[in-house]
């Protein structure tokens, strides 16, 4: 298939071609960055952006190797030293970013709907650049969802990662749904492969209505718990999601402790999963809370490097994808 | 023509063939940007240092892509976590990227006069380092000046912009000139290539003795208004000022309101020029204040993104000729 | 001889060979940087990541340009917005740069041992990671001690630098030695060279545990001092070391002005010297403390600007030598 997207804002919208094709790119990437140079010259001249308005030291590094890996040259915008603090609008930096030859645009800010903002404004002046949402707010962070699915699809068939590999599976997300655009981008994308995904968590982290984000046309199904065995039983993978300190003060959880004791992820709670159960973890990770420090540090159990290994090749195909088809739209 | 010159400090005392030799270099590689690769192998091996004591993300990027452009190497200086702040001098911070083997330094620092000094120290220790000043204190913004004289000229003649293309058009500067590095780079320039030059702003920031920057042998004339009238009258262009908001606290403006009303750039107000006139801003904009919204965002009068594009062309010029002319003195 | 070592974490067990063949591969990097394009593809394809958990524009530089030289990729770890303010521990921030890639770490930390730390997790987990220390805490800065090491073989035979040179040279190091990790790396390195190493400050910041440095199997002997004159008699090199001003809150010395009557070096204090004596300084300088300005800019002298030059052939060879030697150990 072709790829025709020029944007990734979000994974809500996005088709089983898409995946597949994303899976696929992928994987041929992954096999670049097993070779003695690591480098291919597909973006060579190709400009990409780094826009963290929202600081993220771990997201933007595996972003600017992607595009090393690729040959691009990155520039990044620092939110500290700049024009914002001199009252220029978010749109204005972007549009100081393309008129120096930017393509590419990788933006992360803490408000939801920025990137969907410079990608609209890139469109109506058809600038043919692409935006990749690197994390906006709590609605999505879509290269995180992609790197899951990838990290699960090489589990269950190295040499042929695909999408309907994942169907019938039950996968369960734990902690603080509420905050996460990374639950939300995997909600969508796993309730699409076909797997049945269930949120788990405090009753004020895991609010009743999360079952709108149910997508009728999706075979998968969302469901939700808030307590652990129901959606521990049988799961065949467990995301722990990061859970934000400052949730406390906000009295949306009692004490760390007690989040951890009712749901903390560890060896015996694992029992009641599937025998061959995986842990996947966003990063980073607050040992002894999310997740124990040993059951983190097992490597029978933990996806934790995988997907940040994962990270480099799905954001090199996601570059790819968009950077040529932003190409041949100009 | 041959280059001489091996550190552009200021626009002062430049010739007539200086600025044409590099109004040709930079009009050679804005082709080179708009090639497949947009990269020249002419300063391999060469180290690039930016050192920006005082922070701009802007001015940096477009140094730094147009540095990579032509395949130097770039190290960057960041002042917060620097030598300077544990005590070290900032002539032996420059001794010390030179030691490392630098061979350009583009600097700005808020005190003017300090890339004069760095530049001084450089050729006593004949070291043939070129300094680059990139903004110092209220003294001069060259490259600026040089960017808004390449967008000026490439509009009136795309494929062979040349200085004389300027003679005898009127040029309105508006706003804060007391402050402003770039409007005393374009005060220098514009006077030299034959236009006449109208300075205006409240009386605060537009100060009697402006006057004393006539340059007698310089064709271009320059004057001085309090009013937007007289400036605007069938200018052919007109270049906006950023206002910084810490002079309605030094007391210099009673109000941003109070400016917008009297010295804010509105389509209506443009009906006083010239039919054809363009407007310049350097960057970044307050939207609202300086120029309108609807103004700063219409293609048919707005040459700000032509500003910011022209901007890597004419800096890649500037480090090819001073790169390449200190090769040859070593 | 074969290189065998995976990690720079110190100095204190280095072999004479070792010490030679770094001379030597630092030598061959030199030419290096004397040729036109000043770059080798030796390291293509591998990522070294500066992770300066404390900060240092002055090392990171040198570590990046040297990297560059070597057409290595390079990550910078930023500790300002990093996942440590997140919860992370320094390990886990370790393993996400391993899993992204990773092949060398640069890694600078206030507190002793952390890049041992690293280093060993690293080879529990059979990375193949190679990890340089770049400065911990008050415990050792090998590749400080290297380059000094350099610069002084240079000097004594520029075209074939070797460890034995230093047989039997004076060589005093002057001031805060008990902070100095500097200090501590260039007692290895110069006591097993053969040389006599003379420390001198006051008792507070010398204190007489320094003599359990002295290394048995060293040829060069340790002697400590409190006054200036018996450790410049006669000496061939002198390194004055940083004098950090927070020395002085924390009761360890009367007066910058104090320490600078006492310990500070001038022309007229070398006169106790070797006619052919040398100064030398880690940097930053504080001029005026300890070292005059007069001196510090004197060329018959000062080796300052030699040092920081060493510094990028030195970390050539450093980057080289793990880079190579850990790829054979995959």
Same mark, same amino acid.
């Given at each position: 298939m072709t790829w025709t997207r020029h944007h990734v804002l979000g994974l809500k919208d996005w088709t089983v071609d898409e995946y597949d094709t994303l899976l696929q790119t992928a994987s041929s990437f992954r096999e670049v960055l097993s070779s003695r140079t690591k480098k291919v010259p597909a973006l060579q001249g190709v400009v990409v952006t780094n826009m963290f308005f929202e600081p993220s030291t771990r997201t933007r590094s595996s972003f600017e190797l992607a595009a090393k890996r690729l040959s691009a040259d990155i520039l990044n915008f620092a939110p500290g030293n700049s024009s914002l603090t001199k009252g220029e609008t978010i749109l204005d930096t972007a549009k100081t970013y393309l008129a120096m030859g930017t393509n590419l645009m990788v933006i992360r800010h803490r408000q939801a709907g920025v990137p969907h903002a410079i990608a609209q404004e890139m469109d109506r002046l058809q600038t043919g650049v692409g935006v990749l949402n690197a994390g906006d707010g709590q609605h999505e962070h879509p290269s995180q969802g992609l790197l899951d699915l990838f990290t699960l699809c090489? =589990? =269950? %068939?190295? %040499?042929?990662?695909?999408? +309907? =590999? =994942?169907?019938?599976?039950? $996968? +369960? $997300?734990v902690g603080d749904i509420l905050?996460?655009?990374?639950?939300r981008s995997n909600i969508w994308s796993l309730t699409a492969s076909g797997a049945d995904v269930h949120l788990v968590g405090p009753p004020t982290l895991v609010p009743e209505w999360f079952k709108e984000m149910q997508n009728e046309s999706h075979e998968g199904k969302l469901f939700l718990h808030w307590e652990l065995k129901p959606a521990l039983e049988k799961a065949d993978f467990v995301m722990t999601l990061r859970l934000q300190k400052e949730r406390m003060t906000d009295y949306l959880l009692p004490s760390l402790r007690e989040y951890n004791q009712q749901y903390g992820i560890t060896h015996s709670r694992l029992e009641l999963c599937h025998p061959d159960v995986k842990i996947l973890h966003p990063g980073p990770v607050n040992r002894g809370v999310e997740i124990s420090s040993e059951l983190m540090d097992d490597p029978n159990f933990s996806l934790i490097q995988q997907q940040v290994t994962s990270g480099i090749a799905v954001r090199m195909a996601l570059l790819f994808l968009i950077g040529t088809s932003s190409e041949k739209s100009l």
């Amino acid at each position: 298939m072709t790829w025709t997207r020029h944007h990734v804002l979000g994974l809500k919208d996005w088709t089983v071609d898409e995946y597949d094709t994303l899976l696929q790119t992928a994987s041929s990437f992954r096999e670049v960055l097993s070779s003695r140079t690591k480098k291919v010259p597909a973006l060579q001249g190709v400009v990409v952006t780094n826009m963290f308005f929202e600081p993220s030291t771990r997201t933007r590094s595996s972003f600017e190797l992607a595009a090393k890996r690729l040959s691009a040259d990155i520039l990044n915008f620092a939110p500290g030293n700049s024009s914002l603090t001199k009252g220029e609008t978010i749109l204005d930096t972007a549009k100081t970013y393309l008129a120096m030859g930017t393509n590419l645009m990788v933006i992360r800010h803490r408000q939801a709907g920025v990137p969907h903002a410079i990608a609209q404004e890139m469109d109506r002046l058809q600038t043919g650049v692409g935006v990749l949402n690197a994390g906006d707010g709590q609605h999505e962070h879509p290269s995180q969802g992609l790197l899951d699915l990838f990290t699960l699809c090489c =589990l =269950l %068939d190295f %040499d042929n990662p695909r999408f +309907a =590999l =994942l169907k019938g599976k039950k $996968i +369960a $997300i734990v902690g603080d749904i509420l905050h996460s655009r990374v639950a939300r981008s995997n909600i969508w994308s796993l309730t699409a492969s076909g797997a049945d995904v269930h949120l788990v968590g405090p009753p004020t982290l895991v609010p009743e209505w999360f079952k709108e984000m149910q997508n009728e046309s999706h075979e998968g199904k969302l469901f939700l718990h808030w307590e652990l065995k129901p959606a521990l039983e049988k799961a065949d993978f467990v995301m722990t999601l990061r859970l934000q300190k400052e949730r406390m003060t906000d009295y949306l959880l009692p004490s760390l402790r007690e989040y951890n004791q009712q749901y903390g992820i560890t060896h015996s709670r694992l029992e009641l999963c599937h025998p061959d159960v995986k842990i996947l973890h966003p990063g980073p990770v607050n040992r002894g809370v999310e997740i124990s420090s040993e059951l983190m540090d097992d490597p029978n159990f933990s996806l934790i490097q995988q997907q940040v290994t994962s990270g480099i090749a799905v954001r090199m195909a996601l570059l790819f994808l968009i950077g040529t088809s932003s190409e041949k739209s100009l």
